[in-house]
């Protein structure tokens, strides 16, 4: 990786104009900018959904496309459901079911120890190609989940379900248990995930600011996006593996606390250099350029891509590249980012280098959020926003980036220290670099524990 952008520093600490954009889409009529208030002391500040939280309450700074995804040769070992059912109040069914672990001791299917846990049958809260989602109470440890059901073919592992036993962090949904269960009059068989259970999606976040028409608070923006690309570093570093589909509605959130997870696994994959992947992937506002020019060996800088439009539409309201159609989708890319040159073509797909397209020239960022007064935002946006993957920032030089040095400086704050911002595994979140990488890495993210060290001694 080149270590030299981790370590740069950007030139201007100053404010540019900038933050929320003066137009308007068809869901969107108001997007107002937030006043400021440099002198609010967040100590003990309660924080709620209908918070209306200016910039500066959060951190102060001291003075100074639902893959198949699945392999072959599957022999489910399914749980059982329905053994026993009790009425409850208010006409609850008390469900049992035989369940598997989340994260097995053992990988063999075979030799795994069951479990029985109890819950309320509940309605369905969700849907979507994907299957439908039920939420409810699991009776022996009273804990809130998410239940997550699936079609499954028989003939086939389920690659979101291995994905999920293998990766477990702070920045992204739990599988608590998962089984099995076949529809006896369909013959078919059903996946059911059971998974950490969180209020709400981003997506809605952002309603709840455009409804208040005013925008998200930077701060908040920032807290977010930082825990987005914490979530990210760990599953693109160590595993290789890229979700391919980053969107407001597939990342939660406790709108309370800020913590953040990443959600839905669905369409994730691990990455192999050696094998071509489908390139028709990824929601279109947020789908990469080298996905659109019809690339088959990308790598995980797609997501990348994907949570700069995230961080653009928490700053904007709304979505900054809305293109209607796959074609219209790089249209909307190209008015603001003008046209990719000859070098930016290649580098996503060398097929289209005989293609032409007439010259447009990119708008100043700084014109799209003339509200946004802290310049080393739009200088992060900027380095997520490039056509080459080559030249656009991964996951950890998002988060080594200066933007996030007010979240290092408060390294005692209330919300820095619970939300555990600047924890951090050596192994699974650092164990891909060098250890001279690892070093330059950690005097960036942990000044305050690193800062003294000389790297050359």
């Excluded at 040769?73 to 079911?97: D, E, H, M, Y």
């Excluded at 075979?110 to 299957?131: D, L």
């Excluded at 391919?244 to 309370?256: A, S, T, V, Y």
Aim: with cysteine; proline share 6%.
């Amino acid at each position: 990786m080149d270590i030299s952008k981790i370590t740069n520093n950007y030139t201007q600490q100053g404010s540019s104009s900038s933050s929320s954009n003066n137009s308007s889409n068809n869901n969107n009529n108001n997007n107002n900018n937030n006043s400021s208030n440099n002198n609010t002391n967040f100590s003990g500040t309660h924080l709620t959904p209908n918070a209306n939280i200016h910039t500066n309450q959060i951190l102060r700074v001291p003075s100074g496309e639902q893959m198949a995804s699945q392999s072959r040769n599957f022999n489910p070992v399914a749980g059982q459901s329905s053994l026993s059912r009790t009425p409850l109040p208010g006409n609850l069914i008390l469900v049992t079911k035989t369940v598997f672990q989340g994260h097995p001791t053992v990988q063999s299917p075979a030799i795994q120890q069951p479990v029985n846990i109890t819950y309320p049958k509940t309605e369905v809260v969700g849907h979507g190609s994907f299957g439908v989602v039920f939420v409810t109470t699991i009776q022996e440890t009273q804990e809130k989940v998410a239940i997550k059901k699936v079609l499954q073919d028989k003939r086939f592992k389920n690659r979101e379900l291995e994905i999920m036993q293998k990766i477990q962090h702070i920045n992204i949904v739990d599988l608590r248990y998962y089984y099995y269960e076949e529809d006896p009059q369909s013959d078919s068989l059903y996946l059911n995930l059971i998974l950490e259970f969180m209020s709400q999606s981003l997506y809605q976040r952002i309603r709840h600011y455009v409804h208040l028409q005013t925008t998200m608070p930077h701060d908040e923006v920032q807290i977010y996006m930082y825990q987005l690309f914490k979530g990210l570093n760990y599953i693109h570093g160590t595993l290789g593996i890229c979700h391919r589909d980053i969107k407001p509605q597939n990342i939660l959130i406790n709108p309370e606390n800020f913590q953040l997870k990443i959600c839905d696994f669905g369409s994730a994959k691990r990455l192999n250099p050696m094998e071509p992947n489908v390139s028709y992937i990824c929601s279109r506002y947020y789908r990469a350029p080298e996905l659109i020019f019809g690339s088959t060996n990308y790598t995980t800088k797609i997501d990348v891509w994907s949570s700069a439009c995230v961080m653009c539409e928490l700053i904007l309201g709304q979505p900054i590249f809305p293109g209607e159609s796959g074609i219209d989708q790089l249209v909307e890319i190209i008015k603001i980012l003008g046209t990719p040159n000859k070098q930016d073509i290649c580098s996503m797909n060398p097929n289209y280098m005989e293609h032409k397209f007439p010259h447009i020239k990119p708008i100043p960022l700084i014109k799209i959020f003339k509200r946004e007064k802290d310049y080393l935002c739009i200088e992060l946006i900027s380095n997520m926003l490039k056509y080459d993957p080559f030249e656009r920032f991964s996951a950890l030089q998002c988060l080594c980036s200066s933007y996030f040095d007010k979240i290092r400086m408060n390294y005692n704050n209330e919300i820095v220290t619970n939300l555990k911002l600047l924890d951090f595994n050596n192994d699974t979140d650092f164990d891909y670099l060098s250890q001279d990488e690892k070093l330059i890495v950690k005097q960036k993210l942990l000044p305050h524990l690193y800062s003294s060290i000389n790297p050359s001694g």
